[in-house]
């Protein structure tokens, strides 16, 4: 069995690079000194230290997530995300039949490997490429919708929050078109895709 799990689930945009950077007014700084205290990872606080995360930086933690998975003797392998490319897809092969107790043994690793290896820095990296100056998510998607035509202007921020929850868009909307995924996946740029950090995928 095949299983695919989207490591971040947030929409990641880009604008030239792979690498998120900051001003001396970090929009971030709250965010950066909170993932300093919630691990006590040295490699992950080694990234953090600085309140800035590079591409080389992230693929430092995801192959030392790699590697704990490995440890634990469970193969992974990357894809990218058409979306984003800079941040990746993890797929791994698990035995055809597990049974209940083998695939909590498999979830539980998989999650303290994340925990110690890689989440503080995932988490802020993609939050920096997508949205670098740390304004509100529905705002950044309301405007790139209404900007590319995908909803109409007349469509107000709170009407699009509203349909949010209640699923109800106006008629000729599409949430599952191409158009709407990109504003989705890269509300501050949708133009331009992210680009995959260099290593990582040949």
């Known amino acids: 069995m095949i299983k695919i799990v989207l490591i971040v689930a947030i929409a990641f945009t880009m604008m030239t ?8 007014q970090n929009p971030y ?8 205290a919630a691990t006590s990872n040295e490699l ?7 309140d800035q995360i590079t591409a080389e930086e992230y693929e430092q933690v995801v192959i030392a997530f790699i590697a704990c998975m490995e440890d634990h003797g469970y193969t992974v392998t990357l894809e990218s995300d058409p979306l984003n490319p800079a941040m990746p897809y ?9 049974t ?3 695939e909590a043994i498999y979830d539980d690793t998989f999650d303290a490997c994340a925990h110690e290896w890689k989440t503080e820095v995932e988490v802020l990296y993609g939050s920096i490429i997508a949205n670098p100056e ?13 900007q590319r035509d995908v909803l109409p202007s007349s469509f107000t921020l ?4 509203d349909a949010e929850l209640s699923n109800a868009w106006p008629d000729g909307v599409d949430i599952f078109s191409d158009e709407f995924a990109v504003c ?16 990582i995928w040949p």
């Not at 690079?17 to 001396?24: H, I, L, N, Q």
């Not at 700084?29 to 300093?36: D, G, L, P, V």
């Open 184 to 199: 989705i996946g890269n509300p501050a740029n949708p133009v331009e895709l992210p680009l995959a950090t260099p290593t």
């Open 17 to 24: 690079t792979a690498t998120p950077s900051v001003d001396d």
């Open 29 to 36: 700084a709250a965010e950066f000194e909170a993932a300093r």
């Open 100 to 102: 209940d107790e083998e």
């Open 158 to 161: 709170e009407e699009f929050q």
């Open 90 to 98: 993890f797929v791994w092969l698990m035995p055809s039949s597990l």
């Open 134 to 146: 740390n304004k509100s998510w529905d705002e950044m998607y309301y405007n790139c919708l209404v």
């Open 44 to 50: 992950q606080l080694q990234i953090l230290s600085d």
